[in-house]
């Protein structure tokens, strides 16, 4: 996953500056696939402008932490040229980044969440790089108030309810009227204690967001919030968060096994591909001191490997880590070959492709 850190951390040191560089490296760690936010709103509202964006958090280290200023295009097709150089696979997604215009809120329907991707794809097959995309995520967590606020103006309504899937349903019809040849999604992060009733029908795999820390207590017992500027979250997981995993680890793997073992069997019952961008320990983490990445590793390792086996997943991470702004995860190159080379041979019961939705 390199959401929108591969366009707006490009200053010096940030990690994304050199985009041969950082492709080669992902490269080099044995990955063929990765995750972007194509800045829909802000490409069909103006592809060439320059966009001011504001912070989303001043303690994590995906995207700019402060103000910062992008221009979507040519950047886009740029970068998927590089990476289509490579033979490398990209999914776009999109985090709907605020500016300092919010031009985000100019999404009023499904049909207008539609349109603008479809500007982005319309893009895309004219630089002649549509054979790049692996598949198209109309919005990350959706419908979590963070990244769709644009749905919530009156009364909030979940995914999983009557609105939500109306509102998927919709969009996904005009992007497959247009574009029919490529896989569509919205990705999923909650809301798992009622995945069985949920309709999803709509999309051609399910793209789940799984960590351990949502699946048990461990984010209570250790104090940390996810408050997007204030550290006293990373200041509890500092001094207690490898201790607490260590002090129980069984625990802490049967969560983690119950996340998978859930994503596997909603494939199952849906018969659609799983593909996993966002995962498999703890949510939030970074360089930082007493912030080791030892136990992060290991339970990346661990979600993997009770994956696989499955033949479910179309595509997998390794972790929301890797990449080169996350410099402890990133410098095991060693570690990264070896769960890449698992990933590559592990059995696949169903590929990622387009569905029937007659």
Known sequence: MWDFSWLERRWPGAGYEDWNRAL??????GYDALRIDAYPHLLAAGPVREWELLPPWTVQDWGAPARTRVKVQPALCEFLEHCAARGMKVALSSWFREDADNTRMNIHTPADHARIWLAVLDEVEAAGLLDTVLFVDLCNEFSMKLWAPYVHRGAYFPRNSPQGAAWMHEALGLMRARYPQLPYTFSISDEYDRH??????????????????????????VGYHSHRTDPTGYDNL??????????????????????????ANWSRVSGLPLVTTECWGIVDYKDWPLLDW????????????????????????????????????W????????????????????????????
Not at 196 to 221: G, N, P, S
Not at 334 to 350: D, F, S
């Open 24 to 29: 080669d490296e992902l490269q080099e760690r």
């Open 196 to 221: 069985l009733e949920e309709d999803v029908t709509m999309h051609d795999l399910l793209e789940l967001h799984l960590w351990m820390v949502h699946w048990c207590d461990f984010y209570q017992q």
């Open 238 to 263: 500092a001094v207690r968060g490898e201790a607490l995993y260590r002090s129980n680890p069984e625990k802490y793997h049967a969560a983690l096994y119950r996340a998978v073992d859930t994503a």
């Open 294 to 329: 030892g136990w992060v590793k290991e339970l990346c390792e661990l979600g993997v490997q009770r994956a696989l086996p499955t033949g479910r997943w179309a595509a997998v991470a390794t972790s929301n880590f890797c990449g080169p702004q996350f410099r402890g995860m």
């Open 331 to 358: 410098r095991d190159v060693a570690w990264h070959q070896r769960l890449t080379a698992q990933i590559k041979a592990a059995p696949l019961h169903v590929p990622l492709g387009v569905r029937s939705h007659a």
